[in-house]
């Protein structure tokens, strides 16, 4: 019966997240990962570090959507809700192995499910790949630790460090579990400390395979505490994450942000910490082992918030710590420490503020999905697939950046092109033949023109034929002058009128005054007279623009060359 009900929640709560997450679509995040993914499952790049750290799972798993589905959202949130319903069941069934026939086991499967501490995370497809996995894995191996306990060793072995290899592959923060693993052990201790050594032996291999994996391969960043006083504001925010969840808290959502970052309202923490006095009260008095459970959701909160502190004060300030991507996993310990604690009192007492908790996260559910509804990329990529797909496959596109908020200063790279690629949608891009069209920023494909900035003088005219003319390997410099007032520093583009007897090979340079160089991919030149497109460069301030061949063959006429950033016609 209870095993019944368990999964119905984990049914219902599942498909409910997963509705909610349609209305949503890609974040920046998700396209980094994606196009990486498209890159295949190859060591190398799964260790690839992600930001200042590593998460080979992660990597693996976009790899695989990439492979199985790519572009697809729909197949995303499929994935997900199988991730979150699994996750609700492991819960379920490790409660009903503490607690026997209970509905307790009920009603605290059903606070894991509903609470708002991770479906921000569900939402987020890179957060929910880091999260889902943590849980998942968390809870299998907090299943392996009551194994040992009940007896069965070699079962617990076969899959316990396996679990927590796998979490810390995907998010090397739920190595967090290990001290939920560490109060689980001493909640259900009737036997000597010794009983548990080779077991958290077995666990340290798991530990120590991803610390190699680590120290190798890893990204750390450079970071550093913030002051007491800031630390200690840090911390408030930090626990006012938990004592806010257990009144489904918190309530409202940033407005500027679809990322899942609190702005819980005073109320909320004051009603949370009434409630959490009472549990803490109850536990006393009735069931003083589950303290240890609440121990692990302090250690949680005070290393979470050091280690984002430490790692995006200097960015971001004590922001991070109400941005529920660091939290989602806390539902775990947080979960056991409440149930464990009023698991003694009678349920007809709890079915009250059972109802109210629902009231209250439906509150919270509601606020964010009607922020992670905001998000344009939803409506941009269809636009651009349905564009795309009516244009052909020979339609020539400028390389230019997707619009924000679909990428932001912090996305590896702003540029469309990638993920079209990744996406197998077929186009052509800056290929000589036909001037090239911009994807604005609703999607729509629309004809475009070079605004230029700077334009190549030629160094002598000792050819009449000819501006500047590139004959062998010897490397051509022209200097730019620019049409505008000053000198921009950007992301250049170039166009270059040539015409030539026979396709050469030739790579372009724009360089400053300074000797910074910015290369373009090189390129083949057919033969004949046409234009050339190139671009985007790195940022650079360019005063001088460079030929380079390395055939000695090479024979190029170059009549002007035009630099600039592409832009809409109208």
């Known amino acids: ?87 609700i069941t492991l819960m379920g069934l490790l409660l009903l192995r503490l607690l026997g026939s209970n509905w307790w086991v009920v009603a605290g499967t059903l606070f894991y499910a509903i609470t708002p501490l991770s479906m921000p995370s569900f939402m987020s497809l ?35 460090p396996l679990s927590l290899l796998i979490s810390l592959a995907c998010w090397e923060k739920s190595a967090l579990i290990v001290v939920t693993v560490v109060a689980l052990a001493l909640y259900l201790r009737d036997r000597p400390i010794r009983y548990w050594i080779q077991y958290f032996v077995a666990l340290a291999v798991g530990v120590v395979v991803f610390g190699i994996l680590y120290f190798v391969y890893g990204n750390p960043s450079q970071g550093h505490l913030p002051g007491p006083r800031q630390l200690f504001t840090a911390l408030a925010r930090g626990f006012a994450v938990p004592i806010g969840a257990l009144v489904g808290g918190p309530w409202r959502w940033q407005n500027f942000t679809i990322m899942g970052t609190a702005a819980a309202p005073a109320a909320a923490v004051i009603l949370g910490g009434l409630v959490f006095a009472l549990i803490i009260a109850i536990a006393w008095r009735r069931e003083r082992r589950a303290l240890l459970l609440w121990g692990s959701v302090l250690v949680y909160v005070v290393v979470t918030v050091v280690l984002v502190a430490y790692g995006r004060f200097t960015l971001f300030g004590d922001l991070f710590t109400s941005h529920y991507h660091y939290w989602s996993d806390l539902s775990v310990p947080l979960t056991l420490a409440v149930v464990l604690s009023l698991r003694t009192v009678r349920m007809r007492w709890a079915v009250v503020p059972m109802a109210a908790l629902c009231c209250l996260v439906a509150v919270s559910d509601a606020g964010f999905a009607r922020t992670w509804a905001k998000n344009p990329a939803k409506e941009y990529f269809a636009t651009v697939t349905a564009e795309l797909e009516q244009a052909g496959p020979n339609v020539n596109l400028w390389d230019t950046a997707m619009p924000q908020p679909i990428v932001n200063a912090l996305t590896n790279d702003l540029r469309l092109s990638p993920v079209l690629r990744m ?26 023109q070079l605004a230029v900035w700077s334009r190549g003088e030629p160094p002598s005219r000792t050819n009449p034929f000819c501006n500047l003319l590139l004959h062998g390997t010897e490397p051509l410099t022209a200097r730019l002058k620019s049409t505008q007032p000053e ?13 030539s007897n026979r396709q050469n090979r030739v790579s372009i340079e724009l360089a400053d005054d300074d000797g910074n160089v910015a290369a373009l991919p090189a390129a083949d030149w057919p033969a004949g007279v046409g234009s050339m497109y190139f671009g985007p460069s790195q940022r650079i301030k360019a005063t001088q623009l460079r030929l380079r061949s390395s055939d000695p063959a090479t024979n190029l006429c170059v009549e002007n060359f035009d630099i600039g950033l592409p832009r809409v016609n109208g």
């Open 1 to 87: 019966m209870l095993r019944a009900v368990v999964v119905a929640i984990a049914v219902v709560q599942s498909t409910v997240l997963g509705l909610l997450a349609r209305r949503g679509s890609w974040l920046s995040d998700d396209l980094d990962f994606l196009v990486q993914g498209a890159r295949g499952f190859a060591p190398a790049e799964l260790l690839t570090p992600v930001n200042d750290h590593i998460a080979p799972g992660l990597r693996f798993v976009y790899a695989g959507f990439v492979w199985i589905a790519p572009f697809n959202h729909d197949a995303t949130v499929a994935w997900r809700m199988l991730m979150q319903a699994a996750a």
């Open 126 to 160: 890179s957060s929910g790949v880091n999260n889902l996995c943590a849980h998942v894995f968390g809870l299998l191996l907090l299943h392996a630790t009551i194994d040992w306990y009940d007896g069965r060793r070699r079962r617990a072995v076969a899959y316990g």
């Open 423 to 448: 996406a197998h949608i077929p186009f052509r891009l800056q290929e000589p033949g036909s001037e090239p069209l911009m994807v604005d920023e609703q999607g729509h494909l629309r004809p475009a």
């Open 487 to 499: 000198v921009a520093t950007a992301n250049w583009f170039v166009k270059a009128a040539y015409f």
